[in-house]
């Protein structure tokens, strides 16, 4: 019998994952937090916008305009596809997905500028705690996760979670019971450890091939 895979997200067509589906692996993708909104008051005047995630994308163009006035950076191509996507334009830097990597490039070429962080109420300001010391810091909010009150899910042999706060709905929930646990990122594996106890596999890159990549493994 196949094996059955939880993923902390809705897959879209083009995912890799769509490939294990069709080699007949049961899937269930499901984001466990609602995502909302949060009115852009203002923000101050920055040499740099950064997003973490195309969720921050989408809400900051929601209301606000591309200038020219800014530099904007992402962490990973795939936000960097979500921006060129509502702008037209691709971000002056794209991040490999990889918060240490992208702080280091950041203290090499922009040292002493400011940076805006684009982000979510509970961001885990991967990027920004790295560059606090080294760059001057600010941050806008635009949306904020809410973990979903009602949860159903089928017992699975695999589970993947994207974020920490998706780990935490799920465990608010069930107990662990001997499934193999996958992490995107060192941040969401730590809060994965702090939940259950168990050290998950780690994507280092915030990217689905990366998680892909590391399921296949263990099914193969």
Same mark, same amino acid.
């Given at each position: 019998?196949?094996?059955?895979?939880?993923?902390?997200?809705?897959?879209?067509?083009?995912?890799?994952?769509?490939?294990?589906?069709?080699?007949?692996?049961?899937?269930?993708?499901?984001?466990?937090?609602?995502?909302?909104?949060?009115?852009?008051?203002?923000?101050?005047?920055?040499?740099?916008?950064?997003?973490?995630?195309?969720?921050?994308?989408?809400?900051?163009?929601?209301?606000?305009?591309?200038?020219?006035?800014?530099?904007?950076?992402?962490?990973?191509?795939?936000?960097?596809?979500?921006?060129?996507?509502?702008?037209?334009?691709?971000?002056?830097?794209?991040?490999?997905?990889?918060?240490?990597?992208? /702080?280091?490039?950041?203290? +090499?070429?922009?040292?002493?500028? &400011?940076?805006?962080? $684009?982000? *979510? !109420?509970?961001? @885990?300001?991967?990027?920004?705690?790295?560059?606090?010391?080294?760059?001057?810091?600010?941050?806008?909010?635009?949306?904020?996760?809410?973990?979903?009150?009602?949860?159903?899910?089928?017992?699975?042999?695999?589970?993947?979670?994207?974020?920490?706060?998706?780990?935490?709905?799920?465990?608010?929930?069930?107990?662990?019971?001997?499934?193999?646990?996958? /992490?995107?990122?060192?941040? +969401?594996?730590?809060?994965?450890? &702090?939940?259950?106890? $168990?050290? *998950? !596999?780690?994507? @280092?890159?915030?990217?689905?091939?990366?998680?892909?990549?590391?399921?296949?493994?263990?099914?193969?």
């Amino acid at each position: 019998m196949k094996s059955s895979i939880f993923i902390s997200r809705s897959l879209k067509a083009n995912s890799p994952f769509q490939k294990i589906k069709n080699d007949g692996y049961n899937i269930i993708d499901l984001s466990l937090i609602d995502i909302k909104p949060v009115a852009i008051e203002d923000y101050p005047t920055t040499h740099w916008i950064f997003f973490y995630t195309a969720d921050g994308v989408r809400h900051f163009f929601d209301t606000q305009e591309y200038s020219t006035d800014y530099q904007y950076g992402v962490l990973s191509a795939g936000t960097a596809n979500v921006f060129y996507s509502i702008t037209g334009r691709s971000p002056k830097y794209t991040g490999n997905g990889i918060p240490k990597d992208v /702080a280091e490039n950041f203290i +090499t070429y922009e040292q002493g500028q &400011s940076i805006l962080f $684009v982000k *979510a !109420k509970n961001s @885990e300001d991967s990027v920004r705690n790295l560059l606090s010391d080294e760059m001057i810091c600010k941050d806008l909010i635009v949306y904020k996760n809410v973990i979903k009150t009602e949860i159903d899910l089928p017992a699975c042999d695999h589970l993947i979670f994207t974020s920490s706060m998706n780990a935490e709905a799920y465990f608010s929930k069930y107990k662990y019971n001997g499934e193999q646990l996958y /992490a995107m990122g060192q941040s +969401t594996a730590d809060s994965i450890f &702090s939940l259950c106890g $168990v050290v *998950a !596999k780690i994507a @280092e890159r915030t990217s689905e091939l990366e998680l892909y990549g590391l399921i296949i493994r263990e099914l193969s």
